[in-house]
């Protein structure tokens, strides 16, 4: 079984500053990580992912995690943030290999970015 | 558009009266799963389907019922709800390759309160 352990209940910035949503999971095999977006009132994005191949991967609006292995982290980082990246941020985790589907989440990140 | 539709948006209801949440996708996707998002516990998964007539409890099962008769279509059933059940709902689907890679697509969510 898998778990998924966000280290920041809330992360409060201002804007244009950087920012690191946490992560850490456990698992007994191999996995695929996940960072989903929900803003307000809004159903769940797909932010980025990691399936294999290089450790850092990208999103389209700025945001990157990089997958760290020996410490079973995937980290979510943003060099300068706007107030339209405020929202709920959920890391989540799959079994690898012939997995039926499930994602297990975390608790959930709230980012507030301030003025 | 590809996207995941659920109705009600939002539903205010009381103790024992059945009710039943639609969830439905236009990707042709094999994979459909039920999750519920409450307070610092992130999403938990419900119920998931991995295609028509085959599904299975996920890790909250208690107090629901599921059904896939068809592909696109994967209701959500309460048959006598409590306020415990009150929470916000999302479906979610995805291929299902088996290889563990496929990205599930959320819905806008239905927010339930159970009086």
């Known amino acids: 079984a898998q778990s998924v352990t966000q280290l920041d209940s809330q992360v409060p910035v201002f804007e244009e500053a950087p920012v690191e949503l946490r992560c850490n999971y456990s698992?007994?095999?191999?996995?695929?990580l996940f960072w989903y977006v929900q803003y307000p009132n809004q159903g769940l994005q797909l932010l980025l992912k990691?399936?294999?191949?290089?450790?850092l991967v990208e999103s389209i609006n700025g945001f990157e995690a990089e997958f760290n292995k020996s410490q079973t982290s995937f980290h979510l980082r943003k060099p300068s943030v706007h107030i339209s990246d405020t929202a709920e941020y959920f890391c989540?985790?799959?079994?690898?290999?012939?997995?039926?589907?499930?994602?297990?989440f975390g608790q959930g990140t709230i980012l507030t970015v301030h003025p | 558009e590809a996207q995941v539709t659920q109705n009600p948006r939002y539903l205010i209801t009381v103790t024992g009266k059945k009710l039943t949440v639609t969830c439905s996708q236009n990707?042709?996707?094999?994979?459909m799963s039920w999750y519920r998002q409450d307070p610092g516990l992130g999403l938990r998964q419900i119920y998931y389907?991995?295609?028509?007539?085959?599904?299975d409890k996920g890790d909250v099962p208690e107090g629901y019922k599921v059904s896939r008769k068809e592909k696109r279509n994967f209701p959500l059933i309460l048959e006598s709800p409590s306020p415990n059940q009150t929470s916000l709902y999302f479906c979610?689907?995805?291929?299902?390759?088996?290889?563990?890679?496929?990205?599930?697509?959320f819905g806008p969510g239905t927010r339930l309160t159970v009086l």
């Open positions: 990691y399936l294999s191949g290089s450790t």
């Open positions: 990707m042709n996707h094999e994979y």
């Open positions: 979610a689907s995805s291929l299902f390759t088996g290889a563990g890679t496929d990205t599930q697509y």
């Open positions: 698992s007994s095999v191999s996995v695929y």
């Open positions: 389907s991995m295609n028509v007539e085959v599904t």
């Open positions: 989540a985790v799959k079994a690898g290999g012939t997995s039926y589907g499930k994602l297990t």
